[in-house]
């Protein structure tokens, strides 16, 4: 079985402030470890995680180890203050500011940095995203100091002007990065960085009447034709669930987005496997601290 290339472990799948509460005492070990091990149990052996401020994503990566798996972890991610990112990290004012907790990042044993680019996708209406992105400028700012200290960067982006400007900016992978445009897939078609679309979290609503479902439909409908030219194009595009969000339980959360990704590449299952798994090895490659 592929590894999760985007996932979080202190999530539930369910309801993110209950996760939360989990371990409002410090990291709650046992439902860690029980979470490694149903991973362990399906054969999933890397994990790349997608950050949290309880510093359960770094016990993970302590632990994980002994249930055979190769767990990748930022720490924390980061966000500017005042956007969007506080439930999986910390904020920044300004660049000196970011550096910094770069360099937190990095002496509490981060593999690499993520950054938090731009909002959530609204799944009730269409085309909409919340928040704004950051301006082009400070994206490749952020980019050159993370790879200055030797850190690939994982950046959570969507909306389609963003999304190009992160690709520009030289961030490593794509996170989620829906309205992605044509001149955008055809940017990526000509680079190293992975896209991870995740469209589990959006395709997992269907049906259970907690968003406008046209609005949830129309959004997976996007993402799916995009995947599918990603493909055409030779874009590396990575098998992520963000495993531990809403309607996305960690391990089948993995085969639902699997599933997605197959009827993208139109059932062609040996041409989706040799893309995923040449997807995986430039994360695994390029996703530890150098």
């Known amino acids: 079985m592929f590894g999760e290339c985007h996932g979080h472990i202190f999530m539930n799948g369910v309801n993110y402030r209950e996760a939360v509460a989990l371990h409002k005492n410090g990291v709650n070990k046992e439902e860690i ?10 054969g ?20 994980a180890g002994e ?37 937190k990042a990095a002496e509490a044993g981060a593999d690499f940095i993520k950054i938090m680019f731009a909002g959530l996708l609204d799944f009730n209406t269409y085309g909409r995203v919340t928040g704004t992105g950051l301006p082009l400028s ?22 389609a ?15 989620h990065g829906a ?17 991870v679309p ?15 479902e046209d609005a949830v439909s129309q959004i997976v409908d996007m993402q799916t034709r995009n995947v599918r030219k990603a493909l055409s194009l030779g874009v590396h595009v990575a098998l992520g ?22 009827a993208a590449a139109d059932g062609d299952r040996a041409r989706l496997d040799s893309v995923l798994a040449g997807s995986e090895q430039i994360i695994r490659e390029k996703f530890r601290r150098k």
């Open 241 to 262: 669930s963000d495993a531990g969000a809403v309607c996305v339980p960690h391990v089948k959360g993995l085969f639902d987005e699997y599933e997605f990704l197959l």
């Open 138 to 159: 400070e994206m490749k700012e952020l980019v050159h100091i993370c790879h200055e200290e030797g850190f690939s960067v994982m950046v959570h982006v969507n909306s």
């Open 161 to 175: 002007e963003t999304v190009r400007d992160a690709v520009i900016s030289g961030a490593d992978s794509i996170e």
């Open 67 to 103: 249930y055979g798996i190769d767990y990748r972890s930022p720490v924390f991610a980061i966000h500017k203050k005042g956007h969007y990112g506080s439930i999986v990290g910390l904020e920044y004012e300004t660049v000196r500011e970011f550096a910094a907790l770069v360099k």
């Open 44 to 63: 999933i052996s890397f994990f790349r995680e997608g950050g949290d401020y309880l510093g359960v994503s770094s016990y993970a990566a302590r632990i």
């Open 179 to 195: 309205y992605m445009t044509e001149d955008t897939l055809g940017l990526l078609a000509g680079t190293d960085t992975v896209w």
């Open 198 to 212: 995740t469209i589990a979290p959006v395709g997992n609503l269907a049906g259970r009447g907690l968003y406008d």
């Open 33 to 42: 470890r029980k979470r490694l091990a149903e991973y362990q149990k399906a």
